[in-house]
């Protein structure tokens, strides 16, 4: 089974962390993932860093252009990647565009997924309808989980079509902004939130986007299995680098 599954079945809520390949420092990679395992985290995202993140608010956009400027590319993270199940067991994700991934060969990317242990990716710009038309097969070859997300503007049948196809859990954005937003969960959001809860999708939904504190993760674990930490880790590496991810986890453990 894959690993996101098994770790969708577990009792309990998951928190899921953030980060940009390859930021601060090149090397940093393998290093964040394992101090992340050791703190407690239940699921990591590896950001594929990309030259135009549309999606990404200002700080992970900045941490993509260092992490580039470092030298990162598609083929340098597979490279790090290539002895992590030796050390790190927890699943992990590659969320990143489809451009990379398009150039690099996408048969050629979910191969080594597979082979160095990735267990989903997440690609926020790569429509559904060409996924099944052209992918979906790569995908599931691979036994490689494609994420789907959703927004608080996201038809009602969309979202039983992106349930349909999934066999993960769904990325639920809670707003239509980038990430990174300081704003918190406004009644707004925790009406979406309940709205989608009521929906009763076979697939568990994770929220991301706007959690940068432990009042905005509960209020996220009320409605959903899990939370995704995503800029406010990328501003903790900024500042602190690798030291102290224990502490900085604990804040919302």
Do not use: W
């Not at 979406?192 to 009521?198: D, M, P």
């Amino acid at each position: 089974m894959n690993r996101i599954n098994q770790s969708l079945q577990q009792d309990k809520k998951l928190l899921s962390i953030y980060f940009t390949a390859g930021y601060p420092k090149l090397d940093d990679t393998v290093v964040i993932l394992e101090a992340l395992e050791k703190s407690g985290v239940d699921m990591v995202e590896i950001g594929l860093p990309f030259s135009d993140p549309l999606a990404d608010g200002p700080t992970i956009q900045a941490s993509s252009t260092q992490a580039l400027q470092n030298g990162m590319t598609t083929q340098v993270l597979f490279n790090q990647l290539k002895d992590i199940r030796k050390t790190v067991s927890i699943p992990l994700l590659i969320m990143g565009y489809f451009n990379p991934i398009l150039q690099f060969g996408v048969e050629n990317f979910c191969r080594i997924c597979a082979e160095v242990g990735i267990d989903g990716v997440i690609i926020p710009d790569l429509p559904i309808e060409v996924y099944l038309e052209e992918y979906q097969s790569i995908f599931d070859k691979h036994q490689l989980i494609n994420v789907f997300l959703i927004t608080p503007q996201t038809a009602e049948n969309r979202i039983q079509l992106i349930d349909s196809i999934s066999n993960g859990f769904i990325y639920m954005v809670s707003s239509a902004s980038v990430t990174g937003s300081d704003l918190g969960f406004n009644n707004t959001q925790e009406l979406y939130f309940e709205r989608i809860s009521k929906m009763n999708l076979k697939n568990p939904q994770i929220i991301g986007f706007g959690i940068n504190s432990r009042e905005t993760l509960l209020q996220a674990l009320k409605y959903a299995k899990g939370g995704i930490i995503g800029s406010t880790f990328v501003k903790h590496l900024k500042e602190q680098g690798t030291q102290n991810l224990p502490d900085f986890v604990s804040k919302f453990r």
